[in-house]
Each structure stands twice: as structure tokens, then as C-alpha cells.
């Protein structure tokens, strides 16, 4: 995925092969028109080149998060832009099927800017992470909450980045895409990430410095704890009903 990333004065370079550039630049194109959220403008493609509008004044959700006033309306939010991406994005040459939607792919709570003086959210890379399993661009909507759930809940203990009670704030989030509008329930996105986890895992501790991994070590235990009892108390509710 493009990472070679130059600023310049009103505007932004993303360098990488020129497919990924190309794809990139048309799903950029795609999510322009959404009611919900804003997307960089693309200034012009040039081979393994995208010049995209530079925006100022971003921090991501998930650096803002601890600091916030108001963290599960933030979330709640962020969980609302992710309902309309799903009902309004239709990416050229992407026919997904009925039960499927076209992914976001990578709605990490980093790559959720907020901007500060208009409190709007700016979403960012509108590539497949690189760490998910067949870079997929249609899916579940489970997919791409299950990136933002690992995104709240997989930080190292007591980093200036950790957030205490991180279910609390995905559950937030998810009811701010429910209520928006979007389809999925607590135990559908609970098994997701389930699913992705070691996938994630994996990428975080290949990217992570080696002193960090034992403030990592805490964050698994927890974000499987929260996971298995959302699962768990889908089945309850299950059982008495």
C-alpha cells in the first residue's frame, strides 16, 4: 500500500505502485459524494502519483479519544460515518453481492481524522489494509467495524493512546451505525473480529518496538475477554428467548 507520503503547501503526494495508485484514486473519487463524512479531493493522478488536497488541522479519532470530553459520542459518530459509506459508496467495477457491501477496508480509528476547527470527520486511505486476508474490497459490514474495534481496544497498556473501557466505546460505535441506518448486530462483529484478530495481532507486533511487547500482552488478554463475552451474551438472550 502507498506509504511514501510527501506535504507540500496546498497539497498532499501518496507515492506507490501504480495500480494501487489508480485504484486508490478512483475509490477517492467514489466516496466524493457521500452524505456523511469528507474525503480528500484528488487534485490529479500521475502514474504511481496522487496528488490529493492537503487538509489541516487533522488529528486522528484514535489520539484525540483520550483527551476527548465526550468519548462515546465521538464514537457514535464515527459509527454513523461508517453507515453511510456503506449505503452510498459504490466504487467503480465493484459489484458486491446482496448480503455484501463495498468496504471502507482499512476504518482504523487512525485513518478517522477529525478536523478541528469544523469538528468534521476526514476518512483516509481508502486502500484494504495490508494485514487483512484477501485485501477485500466487498464484504460484511462486520468487516470493516471489526477494524475499527481492533483499532480502540488493541493499544499497549498505559500509553498516552490506551483508552479505558474500550468495549464501552465500540459499543458506542456500533450504535451510532445502527442508528444511521446500518445493518449489523454486537455478536456479528464480535465474531469478526474474532476472526481477524490473529491477523492483526500479527501486524501489530511486527510493527510495534520490541520494548512495547509486554504492554501488549495485557491488551490480548482484554480484547478477547470483551469479545468472547459479547458472543457469550448473544447466546444467553438466544437461550431465554
Given at each position: 500500500?502507498?506509504?511514501?507520503?510527501?506535504?507540500?503547501?496546498?497539497?498532499?503526494?501518496?507515492?506507490?505502485?501504480?495500480?494501487?495508485?489508480?485504484?486508490?484514486?478512483?475509490?477517492?473519487?467514489?466516496?466524493?459524494?457521500?452524505?456523511?463524512?469528507?474525503?480528500?479531493?484528488?487534485?490529479?493522478?500521475?502514474?504511481?502519483?496522487?496528488?490529493?488536497?492537503?487538509?489541516?488541522?487533522?488529528?486522528?479519532?484514535?489520539?484525540?479519544?483520550?483527551?476527548?470530553?465526550?468519548?462515546?459520542?465521538?464514537?457514535?459518530?464515527?459509527g454513523a460515518v461508517l453507515a453511510h459509506v456503506h449505503r452510498d459508496f459504490h466504487p467503480p467495477g465493484v459489484d458486491c453481492?446482496?448480503?455484501?457491501?463495498?468496504?471502507?477496508?482499512?476504518?482504523?480509528?487512525?485513518?478517522i481524522q477529525l478536523h478541528l476547527p469544523t469538528d468534521e470527520l476526514v476518512l483516509l486511505d481508502w486502500l484494504p489494509a495490508?494485514?487483512?486476508?484477501?485485501?477485500?474490497?466487498?464484504?460484511?459490514?462486520?468487516?470493516?467495524?471489526?477494524?475499527?474495534?481492533?483499532?480502540?481496544?488493541?493499544?499497549?497498556?498505559?500509553?498516552?493512546?490506551?483508552?479505558?473501557?474500550?468495549?464501552?466505546?465500540?459499543?458506542?460505535?456500533?450504535?451510532?451505525?445502527?442508528?444511521?441506518?446500518?445493518?449489523?448486530?454486537?455478536?456479528?462483529?464480535?465474531?469478526?473480529?474474532?476472526?481477524?484478530?490473529?491477523?492483526?495481532?500479527?501486524?501489530?507486533?511486527?510493527?510495534?518496538?520490541?520494548?512495547?511487547?509486554?504492554?501488549?500482552?495485557?491488551?490480548?488478554?482484554?480484547?478477547?475477554?470483551?469479545?468472547?463475552?459479547?458472543?457469550?451474551?448473544?447466546?444467553?438472550?438466544?437461550?431465554?428467548?
Open positions: 500500500m502507498p506509504r511514501d507520503i510527501e506535504y507540500h503547501d496546498t497539497y498532499v503526494i501518496k507515492r506507490g505502485p501504480p495500480a494501487e495508485i489508480q485504484l486508490e484514486s478512483a475509490r477517492l473519487r467514489a466516496a466524493a459524494g457521500l452524505s456523511a463524512g469528507r474525503v480528500p479531493r484528488v487534485v490529479r493522478e500521475e502514474g504511481g502519483a496522487l496528488h490529493l488536497e492537503r487538509i489541516d488541522d487533522l488529528v486522528a479519532v484514535g489520539h484525540h479519544l483520550p483527551r476527548a470530553r465526550d468519548r462515546a459520542g465521538l464514537c457514535e459518530r464515527v453481492a446482496q448480503d455484501q457491501v463495498a468496504l471502507h477496508g482499512d476504518y482504523s480509528a487512525y485513518n495490508a494485514w487483512l486476508p484477501d485485501a477485500p474490497l466487498c464484504g460484511p459490514p462486520s468487516v470493516d467495524l471489526a477494524v475499527l474495534w481492533l483499532s480502540l481496544g488493541f493499544q499497549p497498556v498505559m500509553s498516552r493512546y490506551s483508552l479505558r473501557h474500550p468495549g464501552r466505546l465500540a459499543l458506542a460505535a456500533l450504535e451510532g451505525y445502527q442508528r444511521a441506518g446500518g445493518s449489523a448486530s454486537a455478536v456479528e462483529v464480535a465474531r469478526t473480529t474474532v476472526d481477524l484478530l490473529p491477523a492483526y495481532e500479527a501486524m501489530r507486533f511486527r510493527t510495534a518496538p520490541r520494548q512495547e511487547h509486554i504492554r501488549l500482552r495485557p491488551t490480548q488478554v482484554r480484547i478477547r475477554w470483551f469479545l468472547n463475552t459479547v458472543v457469550l451474551l448473544d447466546r444467553l438472550v438466544r437461550g431465554v428467548s
